[in-house]
C-alpha cells in the first residue's frame, strides 16, 4: 500500500544565472519529518521556495498536500505554515495584532493552541513586534504558523542565530505539532544537531544537486571510520562504497557507506590490521558526502 505523500517533486530543475537546481526527486511522506541539509548556496532556499510555489520549476512536477505547484498554491497554502529565517513582521504593531490578522484570514486558527503557545514561548500579546529579540521574533514567527493547525509545516533556516535555549524552545514546539501523524514537517539547516535530533528522513543538497536521501536511521547505521595499522605499505583493497581514503605513514583511516562486517574481514585477509571501527556523527557523513560529491563533479567536469 503506498503512503500518502505531503510533498512530491518529481525531476525539478530551476536554472538563474550563477546557479542552477538539476534532476531534483524528494518525497515527504505524510506525519513525518524531512530535514534538508546543505551548505550556504547548496540549494535547499530554492526547493522550499518551489515547494511553497513561489516560484516555478523550470522543468519537472511539484505536487503538495494534492496539489499542483504553483497552479494550485492557493488551495495548497491555506493547509501549509511557512516560517523563514527572515521573515518580517510590523514593527510598529504587536502580536495581538499579528494573531487576529491571520485568525482573520485562516479559519483553523485554534485559540486555545495560541494562548497555550503563548505561555510556552514567555510571550506577551501587548508586546510591539519593534521590542522583540531574534529570538522572540522567531517564536512570534512560528506561533503564527503553528496556531492555523496546518497540514504541512516548511522552515527555512528556522534556528539560525538562537541561542541554545530558544532553539530548544522552538524545536520542542516543531516536534510538539506531529502529535497528529496526519502532519508533517519539510526544514532546511546547516545546523546537523538540529537535524539528527528531529528527523525522520534526511537529504542532503550539494550544488543544486540531491546526494543522498533516506532514512535517518540508515544514515548512522551505514556509515563508518576504519582505523587501519599498515606498517608494510600493502595497497588498500578496492572497497564497494568508499568514499574517502587518509593515510598517515603507517596509519590509514578509510570512510565507507553500507558498512558490515565483512568489509573488517576482507581487510584483515589484505594482511591489514584493524584497528577500529568507528560510527560517525550526521555532520561527519555530511561533510563525507560533500567531498565525495565535489570529487565527483570535478571528474565530470574535466570528462
Known amino acids: 500500500m503506498d503512503v500518502p505523500l505531503a510533498i512530491d517533486c518529481r525531476n525539478i530543475s ?25 551548505p550556504n548556496g547548496a540549494g535547499k532556499s530554492t526547493i522550499l521556495r518551489t515547494v511553497m510555489g513561489l516560484v516555478g520549476p523550470d522543468g519537472g512536477r511539484v505536487t503538495v498536500l494534492g496539489h499542483r505547484m504553483p497552479d494550485e498554491q492557493m488551495a ?16 510598529s504593531q504587536t502580536i495581538a495584532f499579528h494573531m487576529d490578522f491571520v485568525k482573520s484570514i485562516f479559519d483553523s486558527w485554534d ?31 512560528l506561533l503564527l504558523a503553528l496556531a492555523r493547525r496546518p ?10 542565530g538562537l541561542d541554545p535555549a530558544v532553539r ?17 514537517i519539510l526544514f532546511s539547516s546547516h545546523n546537523t544537531l538540529d537535524v539528527e535530533q528531529i528527523s525522520d528522513y534526511i537529504t542532503f543538497i550539494h550544488a543544486g544537486r540531491i546526494i543522498e536521501s533516506c532514512n ?3 544514515f548512522m547505521d551505514g556509515w563508518r571510520r576504519i582505523r587501519l595499522s599498515n606498517p608494510d605499505g600493502k595497497p588498500i583493497p ?9 593515510q598517515n ?4 583511516s578509510l570512510t565507507v557507506d553500507h558498512y558490515d562486517d565483512g568489509v573488517a574481514e576482507r581487510l584483515r585477509q589484505s594482511g591489514l590490521q584493524v584497528d577500529a571501527v568507528e560510527r560517525l556523527t550526521l555532520e561527519e557523513i555530511f561533510l563525507s558526502n560533500v567531498l565525495y560529491a565535489k570529487a565527483n563533479l570535478g571528474k565530470e567536469a574535466t570528462s
Open 14 to 38: 530551476k536554472h538563474y544565472p550563477h546557479f542552477s537546481l538539476r534532476d531534483v526527486d524528494l518525497r515527504v511522506e505524510e506525519g513525518t519529518v524531512m530535514g534538508l541539509v546543505g
Open 76 to 91: 495548497a497554502k491555506r493547509e501549509i505554515g511557512f516560517v523563514a529565517e527572515d521573515m518580517r513582521l510590523y514593527e
Open 111 to 141: 485559540d486555545a493552541y495560541a494562548a497555550n503557545l503563548l505561555r510556552s514561548f514567555d510571550l506577551k500579546k501587548e508586546q510591539k513586534v519593534k521590542g522583540l529579540s531574534h529570538g522572540q521574533r522567531v517564536k512570534a514567527t
Open 151 to 160: 497540514k504541512l509545516l516548511v522552515f527555512d533556516e528556522p534556528t539560525t
Open 168 to 184: 530548544k524552545e522552538v524545536i520542542d514546539e516543531m516536534m510538539n505539532a506531529l502529535e497528529s501523524e496526519s502532519h508533517s
Open 216 to 218: 535517518k536511521e540508515d
Open 238 to 246: 578496492e572497497l564497494p562504497n568508499l568514499k574517502d581514503v587518509q
Open 249 to 252: 605513514g603507517r596509519l590509514c
